[in-house]
């Protein structure tokens, strides 16, 4: 099956510093990227993806990049602030999207 | 509209005794998945069920852990006879449709096992 690893386990920043956590895959088969957010005691938030056919995408001061040939895509934050703080989860699937592997979390903290 | 309505938040059993945990998906979604999230770790995929049938259960344990979706009321994930190791957090998610929709997470049921 499909594994997922994630770096950094954790990650502190400046606030308005940017942060960078970065995920490969194994199965190039995998073409279904989400990233999560997850704050304390809620459930995963989506708040970004990616397809297979899309090397870059942009939402305000999030974006995320996939590199097809390396199997590893990363989600960038620019000029974090204080609600960035959470613990942000990757993920991949092969093209059912339902079935998806997670990595192993990385629980940013941006300090004021 | 309400979002995905997962009960109880927490609960705790002894070991040997059943737990049952509900998933109420958000209105006019008919699919739903289960996932198991264990401490430090990331979720991993247990079920997907439709309305009456089990899509997907490649990812539950072949043994006292069993997932319903009736065609009325919530779904049911459900382990007889828990043990410590079933301590987790269980995250039901449904989506309209599967395959290129976003699916939405509930609060998720704390399980802990004494």
């Known amino acids: 099956g499909e594994n997922v690893e994630q770096h950094p386990s954790t990650l502190s920043v400046q606030e308005g510093d940017s942060a960078v956590i970065k995920c490969t895959y194994s199965?190039?088969?995998?073409?279904?990227f989400p990233w999560y957010k997850q704050e304390l005691g809620k459930g995963p938030q989506l708040i970004i993806d990616i397809r297979s056919n899309v090397g870059e995408k942009k939402d305000q001061r999030i974006a995320v990049t996939l590199n097809k040939t390396a199997k590893h895509f990363s989600l960038h934050i620019t000029e974090t602030q204080p609600e960035d703080s959470a613990v942000y989860f990757c993920a991949a699937s092969m093209g059912n999207d339902y079935k998806l592997s997670f990595g192993a979390g990385t629980t940013v903290t941006v300090r004021a | 509209n309400a979002g995905v309505m997962q009960n109880p938040r927490h609960l705790v059993r002894r070991r040997g005794q059943e737990a049952r945990l509900r998933c109420s998906p958000m209105k006019g979604h008919s699919h739903v998945y289960w996932y198991r999230q264990l401490p430090e770790e990331g979720l991993k995929f247990m079920v997907y069920l439709q309305k009456e049938n089990i899509i997907d259960e490649s990812g539950m344990p072949k043994e006292r852990f069993s997932a319903e979706f009736p065609k009325e009321g919530p779904s049911i994930l459900r382990i007889q006879q828990v043990v410590r190791g079933d301590s987790a957090a269980y995250f039901c998610?449904?989506?309209?449709?599967?395959?290129?929709?976003?699916?939405?997470f509930g609060q998720g049921t704390r399980l802990t096992v004494v």
């Open positions: 199965d190039s088969a995998s073409n279904y």
């Open positions: 998610a449904s989506s309209p449709l599967v395959g290129r929709t976003e699916a939405f």
